[in-house]
């Protein structure tokens, strides 16, 4: 992915391996929340997620075809180390560990990774590599986005 912080309006296209754009992600100017899709080549949307207004922390919610999938927010108490959780629409929870401000982190469900995301794999600024090892491709993407948001919003807090 290549971005540093998602802003209001700001759009920008993952690539595969290959270079080739698969997904846009747009960031939708005109919301009062912040707000982004994550889009097809063709403009097919796949996942549309908003920030809560009113959250004791903050929390991210992705819907899928106008349903509830995911839910993200960072941990309550976490010295050591980042920490998020994100509640999957169907009771499945995870967790993504790391150093999220260096992008380096990892995602893990109960049967294992789901996600692995890590600045070092790439020497142009502003990008990072994100390897997806669950089946739904565009909800694992849209989650590794939502947290990248709330640590660029955390970070502008302090």
Known sequence: MRQRVLSLGQDYWVTDDS???VFLVDGRVLAFRRTFELKGTR?????????????????MVIKVGGAHAATVHKKLFSPIRHSF????????????????IEKNYTLEG?????AQTSHKWFRIR?????????????LALAIVVCIDELVAAERGRE
């Open 85 to 100: 959780t994100i509640a999957l629409a169907d009771g499945e929870r995870w967790t993504a560990r790391g150093d999220l």
């Open 43 to 59: 403009g097919e949307v796949y996942v549309v997620a908003r920030k809560k207004l009113f959250a004791l922390r903050n929390t």
């Open 110 to 114: 109960p049967q294992g990774v789901v």
């Open 126 to 138: 502003d990008s990072y590599g994100v390897e997806i090892y669950y089946p739904d491709i565009p």
């Open 19 to 21: 270079g080739n754009k």
